[in-house]
């Protein structure tokens, strides 16, 4: 593999790690799903990439569904959710930007650590794409952790979903028919979170999930 | 008897007869000039002996006396290392005394602090010296004990004793750590000369005891967090210039300590304990620097601004052994240089801020920032030695602080070549941990200065001060000048360090001062180098070029008016910015997670009479985790075994025969 | 040796005198952006011209540190600025400061215009510093550990070795380096005193960091103070262009076609980067001042993240 071929595919990967990291510190929702978008953006081109590099014409197709239904349906469905909710101006972080974003460099060095050491002899790409997904999967995570809101919930599953199908396409071994499914199920996931959203707003009035807590007894 | 070792032993012994003298004749008016005078004249005859030693012969000469235990005998020797400390000790020592030649003048309790002063001075060069674990406990101790007498002298003020007792408790902990490690070193043939513990390699289990032993004993008395809790109470308590000895000298005697066991005696280090030497490091370093921050205390402030910089010359140490560790000894020269180079530098700044901090006290009588301001009207060479001090400490070009973290920040920049994942991933976080100490540290001291010397006169007290007496000014003037020639000529300094990096790291740096134009090339030239000297010529002349302009082509007109301030009238000095409010941003940027620091305010409703109030408050965490815990369960303890005083002597028989019987069970069942 | 010297004075000289065009030209472009006619191209000259005529008013209390900071600051500045490749790169006296000594250089500058703030002892003096260097205090560290990436990437500090390393081919697109780079832009707004972080055009109180701290300036000091303030924006432009934008840049003694080549492309770049910020500030909005702190954070945040990347994967 040549330098440059390289040198792209491992700045599209490292470019989702560092959206990632924005998607952290964003607080405001609209702009969350902006970044969130431009995640799926880069996780398409990442895809197509590695459709080229590798010569696998079903990566293609990936990249389509990332493009299609990650960057455009997905976040204008949470925007007209926001709206209909009229939660656009919430701002919301339950832990300080501070310590988040210290959190998110432990996690990126620990996934980095890991996966360098546990693959020394697979190519470097692979063991590089590897260690990004890793991180963004971890990343995702905390951010669904360090939110309150439910939108933003989503949001931090979506781009952990995205992490996977990065670790996917750069193993070169899950098949179409398993990522469409991936895929159909996150629609589904998202379509179900939506109601779901719509639900707890009628009962409480709000989308911070903190109020399902009060619901159970479980806030002190 | 080498001639060399025997002249710096007969120093010692010559400052404890300036202590006997001045035990005897400390009430007499002309006591105070008489021990300095001695000090300083013997101070001088040391420094000049062992820099002679350090620049001429590298070579290494010992010499055993018939004191202390009678089998043993007391060893000392001088090699590189302890020349090097040696020069750092009495060059501090020299012009300590030569400050106390004129703030002694101004102490009420002469005959508390001078006895000591000498001995304290004794106790440090011993150390330094000492070649066997007895001699080197028993200076140490003795350094430790005088310099708590000198904590204690004004022991009338409750708080200063509390500050005593705190000392004491951590010396003796810290000793016994000492202990603990030499007997380790020493292993089951108990060899308690150095020479013999060099040859004898321990295993890697007792090797790690003896590094943690030792960042526990060494660590406490250079101020390691979280040991660090006596420091910023003990050293400000002493008399100014005993607190410029304490943090700028002592603390390196402690340094001096730790290397001469893990680098010289412990033999290969394993790489973890790089590691944890560098992280111990980082810590300390931002957590010094952030708790300076907070203070309003000026003395205080420069205690808490010594941890950082031990942090900064452990962590250059940590990178140290871990280049050593892993074989890479022109790396670990440059790491190891550069920590020696900072305990120079630090020695430097730190005892001519304590000088500035003394004067201000002789001066105005206050300690506290909050009622200082404008003394650089009242004060004028005090405040200009304070500022160089103030840049140098903040590492800033081209003063010597800044020559030193350069040298530290090249080493960083050598360790991607380290093979460890764990090293690979601290060092860039330690990176970033002392850039931050770094620039905390320039906040830390715009503050000290600009509060302290700048604005308007916040008390009556700085309206009646007035400029110190010679001897002070003529002592904080040569650091002064010090500080600057370090930073511009820091090739002489690298090639004198050559001698000790070299028999303990196996590599030296590259000669600096056939560099062209006196710069330093760490590694080499396109990779980076540094030019003090011109930096400080283009600063000047670009400076000067400026103004000449400026006075040749533009108007010169000038008129003195009330100030502006953007029209509001702003009659009382109260309204300034003080200590506190200064550090307030900074406060709640990083005091959430340094200090678990809470803000309350308690504004009256409108029309209300009573004045609105902001509460601050704040933890020290350190404090609160290490040793209230340990505190709590020895108070546990004592409380569960006082009625053990009460009980008849029939049953203090049973107890002391049951003892016996234990003992003799534990020595019988043993394997 | 003489044509080296005459490269590196021209270079001195070129920055003190572009840089309060560079100014001119971004506030030129931020007006003509929101529809306004805007001030001349040369008015910021005409401004510091009119300032050296102009008389001191000191304040009462002011002292000799008052009046001696504007001419260090100025001097640290352009020191720092000199030592930037502009046009060309293996200037002659490039080796007695690296990336390091430019950092702290502006550290020393902006130490000293923190203290001369607090001189005059007015409560906005003291806002100004106390902002200032809870700015500084994150935004320096951020910008070493820039610095950390780039030589770990160069093998060097020495900004002559980075600037031609960047311009070879081997360095490959590397995602520490954008993560370096968004770093620095953040690094670069906040130092000077750019929107979002602060407003150069505000004199409302309790928005304004830098001008407060020159609040009590005037007259010729306040002239040096803003020319070093042009300086620096100067200097950061050219920092970034050499390093991230290093075409065209003149290897040294290479005869003046190659140079005409360097002041071209340099003229380019810092027309593109002026109206680059031109855009950005007028895109966004200033933050409160407590959002700052989460701002530089990040800018730390990612320039570690750079650097511990590149500490990692140097070992692939």
């Not at chain 2, 985790?625 to 505190?631: E, G, W």
Request: aromatic share 10%.
């Amino acid at each position: 593999m040549n330098g440059l071929t390289f040198d792209i595919a491992h700045l599209l990967a490292g470019s989702l790690v560092l959206i990632s990291f924005m998607m952290l510190y964003q607080d405001r929702l609209f702009a969350l799903i902006n970044v969130f978008a431009l995640h799926a953006v880069v996780l398409a081109l990442s895809v197509a990439w590695q459709a080229y590099i590798q010569d696998a014409h079903h990566l293609y197709i990936t990249a389509a569904i990332a493009l299609v239904f990650k960057a455009i349906v997905i976040p204008v469905g949470l925007h007209r959710i926001i709206q209909r909710l009229g939660i656009h101006r919430d701002i919301e972080t339950a832990v300080g930007i501070g310590p988040t974003m210290l959190a998110g460099i432990g996690l990126v060095t620990l996934s980095m650590v890991l996966m360098l050491r546990v693959t020394p002899e697979a190519d470097p790409l692979a063991r590089e794409d590897l260690a990004f997904a890793l991180s963004i999967i971890l990343l995702g995570l905390l951010v669904m952790v360090t939110r309150r809101n439910a939108v933003s919930q989503v949001v931090g599953f979506m781009s952990l979903e995205n992490g996977l199908v990065l670790a996917a396409t750069g193993a070169k071994g899950m098949p179409l028919v398993v990522e469409i499914s991936v895929a159909f199920s996150i629609l589904i996931a998202f379509i179900v979170i939506g109601v779901f959203l719509f639900r707890i707003r009628e009962r409480f009035d709000s989308v911070d999930i903190g109020a399902l807590d009060d619901y159970r007894g479980e806030r002190r | 008897m080498n001639s060399t070792v025997a002249l710096l032993l007969c120093g010692p012994a010559a400052f404890l007869a300036t202590t006997i003298m001045a035990a005897g004749a400390s009430r007499l008016a002309a006591a105070t000039r008489l021990v300095y005078g001695a000090t300083l004249v013997i101070s001088a005859v040391l420094l000049a002996t062992a820099a002679g030693h350090l620049a001429g012969n590298p070579g290494e000469a010992s010499a055993t006396l018939p004191l202390g235990l009678p089998w043993t005998g007391a060893r000392f020797r001088l090699d590189g290392l302890s020349a090097f400390f040696l020069v750092v000790v009495n060059l501090g020592g020299t012009i300590t005394s030569l400050y106390g030649l004129g703030y002694g003048r101004h102490e009420s309790l002469p005959h508390r602090v001078l006895p000591f002063y000498p001995a304290f001075l004794a106790g440090m060069n011993l150390v330094v010296l000492a070649n066997d674990a007895f001699s080197f406990l028993l200076s140490w101790e003795f350094m430790s004990l005088a310099s708590w007498a000198l904590v204690m002298a004004h022991h009338r003020d409750e708080a200063n004793r509390r500050a005593g007792y705190i000392y004491l408790v951590m010396a003796s902990f810290g000793t016994m750590a000492l202990l603990l490690a030499f007997g380790l070193l020493a292993g089951p043939a108990g060899t308690y000369a150095f020479d013999a513990m060099r040859t004898a390699h321990p295993g890697p289990f007792a090797a790690g005891a003896v590094l943690v032993l030792m960042l526990l004993g060494a660590g406490s008395k250079a101020g390691l967090v979280p040991l660090h809790a006596w420091l910023p109470l003990a050293h400000p308590a002493a008399p100014s210039h005993v607190s410029a000895l304490m943090s700028g000298i002592m603390t390196k005697v402690a340094i001096y300590g730790f290397v001469r066991v893990v680098f010289d005696l412990l033999g290969e280090p394993a790489w973890w304990s790089g590691v944890a030497v560098l992280l111990i490091g980082g810590v300390t370093a931002v957590l010094g620097i952030l708790h300076a921050l907070m203070e309003k205390d000026l003395k205080r402030l420069l205690a808490y601004s010594t941890i950082e910089n031990i942090g900064v010359i452990f962590a250059s140490l940590g990178l140290a052994l871990a280049f050593k560790a892993n074989g890479m000894p022109s790396a670990a020269a440059l790491a190891f240089t550069a920590a020696l180079f900072h305990v120079l530098n630090h020695s430097f700044f730190k005892s001519l801020l304590f000088f500035g901090a003394g004067a201000v006290l002789t001066a105005t009588g206050e300690r506290d920032m909050e009622k200082l301001g404008g003394l650089i009207h009242r004060l004028p060479v005090t405040s200009f030695v304070f500022l160089i001090g103030c840049v140098s400490i903040s590492a800033l070009p081209p003063f010597n602080g800044f020559a030193s973290e350069w040298l530290v920040f090249q080493a960083i920049l050598r360790s991607p070549e380290l093979p460890q994942w764990g090293l690979k991933v601290i060092v860039p976080a330690v990176g970033g941990m002392l850039a931050l100490s770094a620039a905390l540290a320039a906040a830390c001291f715009v503050k000290a200065f600009g509060i302290t010397f700048l604005g308007r006169a916040r008390s009556a007290a700085v309206e009646r001060a007035h400029e110190v007496d010679r001897w002070s000014l003529a002592a904080m003037a040569v650091l002064a000048a010090f500080c600057l020639l370090a930073g511009i000529l820091p090739g002489f300094v690298i090639d004198s360090l050559s001698t000790v990096t070299l028999p303990l790291v196996g590599e030296r740096m590259p000669v600096q001062m056939a560099q062209p134009w006196l710069s330093i090339v760490p590694i080499a030239e396109s990779r980076s180098s540094y030019n003090g000297l011109l930096v400080f010529v283009f600063i000047t002349i670009s400076a000067s070029l400026a103004a000449f302009f400026i006075h040749r082509f533009a108007s010169h007109a000038l008129r003195r008016d009330i100030a502006w301030g953007c029209g509001f009238p702003d009659a009382v000095p109260a309204g300034q910015y003080t200590a506190v409010s200064f550090a307030q941003p900074i406060r709640r940027v990083f005091g959430g997670f340094a200090f678990r620091s809470r803000e309350t305010v308690d504004m009256p409703a409108p029309g209300a009479l009573e004045p609105a109030r902001l509460k601050v408050e704040m933890h020290d965490v350190a404090w609160e985790i290490f040793y209230q815990p340990i505190t709590g369960a020895i108070d546990f303890a004592t409380e569960r075994l006082n009625h053990l005083q009460f009980l008849t002597i029939r049953r203090y028989l049973t107890l002391v025969f049951l003892y016996l019987v234990i003992l003799l069970l534990v020595l019988a069942l043993w394997p | 040796m003489i044509s080296q010297l005459a490269v590196q004075g021209a270079q001195m000289l070129a920055v003190l005198l572009l840089a309060p065009l560079l100014i001119g030209f971004v506030r030129k472009v931020k007006a003509r952006l929101v529809r306004r006619q805007g001030p001349s191209l040369i008015q910021p000259y005409r401004d510091l011209v009119r300032l050296m005529r102009k008389e001191v008013v000191l304040a009462d209390n002011a002292s000799w540190l008052f009046r001696v900071t504007p001419y260090l600051i100025f001097a640290a500045t352009w020191v720092a600025a000199a030592l930037v490749p502009t046009f060309a790169t293996g200037l002659e006296f490039s080796w007695t400061a690296d990336l390091i000594v430019i950092v702290a250089l502006l550290g020393s500058a902006r130490f000293f215009q923190a203290l001369a703030g607090m001189d005059v002892g007015t409560s906005f003096g003291g806002l100004g510093a106390s902002r200032e260097v809870m700015i500084a205090s994150l935004a320096e560290p951020a910008m070493l550990l820039t610095v950390f990436s780039l030589a770990l990437l160069a093998g060097a500090t020495q900004l002559s070795t980075v600037a031609a390393f960047m311009g070879s081919p081997q360095v490959g697109l590397r995602v520490s380096l954008g993560m370096s780079l968004i770093a620095l832009v953040m690094v670069a707004i906040a130092e000077n005193a750019r929107i979002p972080v602060d407003n150069p055009a505000t004199h409302l109180e309790l928005t304004m960091v830098h001008e407060a701290m020159i609040l009590e300036y005037s007259g010729r000091h306040l002239a040096m103070i803003e020319l070093a303030t042009f300086l620096k924006l100067l200097l950061y432009m050219s920092l970034i262009s050499c390093v991230f934008l290093p075409w065209g840049l003149d290897s040294g003694g290479t005869g003046p076609k190659s140079l005409a080549i360097g002041v071209a492309t340099y003229l380019c770049k810092l027309t593109v980067l002026a109206i680059l910020l031109a855009v950005f500030e007028t895109a966004v909005a200033k933050m409160r001042v407590f959002r700052v702190p989460d701002f530089l954070g990040a800018a730390l945040m990612l320039a570690l993240l750079g650097t511990l990347l590149l500490f990692v994967s140097r070992s692939l």
